[in-house]
C-alpha cells in the first residue's frame, strides 16, 4: 500500500503544475502553426488557450489569424477586444486601420478604442493593470510609514511617517478606485461587430416588421435594448433598430 501512496502523491502534486504549463506548450504549438502558414491550426489552438484565460497578446494572434483566412469581420472583432486591454496598441491599431478598409458601411465606422483625452490616458492608459499595481504598492508603503512610526519615540519625525502613511492610504484607496474603473470599462461589453455579410435593421424585434436600413459585416455599432433572440443597436447617426443577435459578435 506504501509503495502506492507515494506515485499518487507525487502525481497528485504535479496536476497544479502541468495544467500551468499546459497552455504555455499549447501557445508554442500555435505560434510554430502560425509561422508555417497553418493558420486554421493556430486559430484552434488560440481558441483553445482563450477559454482559460486572455490578453491583448492573444486576441491579436486571433485576429492575425482570422486575417490570413480572409475573414476580416472576425479579425476586427478580436482586434478591438485586444485594444480594450491594451489600449493605443501600435501594431494592434494598424492591422485594424488595415482591416476597416474592407468594411462597405465606411460613414457607419466607430472609432476603436484610443486615448485621446487626458482622462482616458489617467484612469487606464495603455496598461490595463497599472492601477491595481500602484495600489498594491501604495498600500506597502502606508503599512512601512505605519510600522516605522510605531517603533520610534514621539518626535518630528513620527509625525512625518504618519503623515507619509495617511499620504500612502489615500494613494492607495484612490489608486484602488481607479482600478475598479478601469476593470468596469474592460468588462462593459456595450459594442459589437457585424458579422454577417449583410444584415436588415428592423424597426422592431419581430421577423416582418418595417425594414429600416441594412448593414454589412465589419460595421461597429453601440448595443442597447436586448429582447429575446433580438438586440436593438444604434450607429453613430443616431439610427436605431434591431437585428438577431446572431448576427454580431459582442466586443
Not at 502560425?34 to 482563450?50: C, E, M, R, T, V
Amino acid at each position: 500500500m506504501k509503495r502506492l501512496l507515494l506515485p499518487l502523491l507525487m502525481m497528485a502534486l504535479s496536476l497544479p503544475l502541468t495544467a500551468r504549463n499546459a497552455p504555455a506548450a499549447l501557445l508554442d504549438q500555435a505560434q510554430e502553426a502560425y509561422a508555417k502558414g497553418h493558420h486554421q491550426q493556430a486559430l484552434a489552438l488560440y481558441d483553445s488557450i482563450n477559454t482559460e484565460y486572455t490578453s491583448a497578446g492573444l486576441l491579436y494572434n486571433i485576429g492575425n489569424c482570422y486575417s490570413k483566412l480572409g475573414d476580416f469581420p472576425r479579425a476586427i472583432l478580436y482586434y478591438e477586444k485586444a485594444l480594450r486591454l491594451s489600449p493605443g496598441a501600435e501594431d494592434v491599431q494598424a492591422n485594424l486601420d488595415m482591416e476597416r478598409t474592407k468594411v462597405v458601411d465606411r460613414m457607419n465606422q466607430r472609432p476603436a478604442f484610443t486615448l485621446g483625452s487626458a482622462w482616458d490616458r489617467l484612469q487606464g492608459g495603455k496598461d490595463v493593470d497599472q492601477w491595481a499595481r500602484r495600489s498594491i504598492w501604495a498600500s506597502i508603503l502606508m503599512a512601512f510609514f505605519a510600522g516605522a512610526g510605531l517603533l520610534i519615540r514621539p518626535t518630528y519625525a513620527k509625525r512625518l511617517l504618519y503623515g507619509a502613511a495617511g499620504i500612502a492610504l489615500v494613494a492607495s484607496v484612490a489608486s484602488a478606485a481607479l482600478a475598479a474603473y478601469r476593470v468596469h470599462n474592460v468588462e462593459q461589453r456595450s459594442e459589437a461587430i457585424i458579422l454577417s455579410p449583410s444584415v436588415e435593421i428592423l424597426g422592431e424585434p419581430r421577423q416582418g416588421s418595417t425594414r429600416l436600413f441594412i448593414l454589412h459585416q465589419g460595421t461597429k455599432v453601440d448595443l442597447l435594448d436586448h429582447q429575446g433572440e433580438w438586440q436593438e443597436v444604434r450607429l453613430p447617426s443616431g439610427a436605431v433598430g434591431w437585428l438577431p443577435t446572431t448576427s454580431i459578435g459582442v466586443i
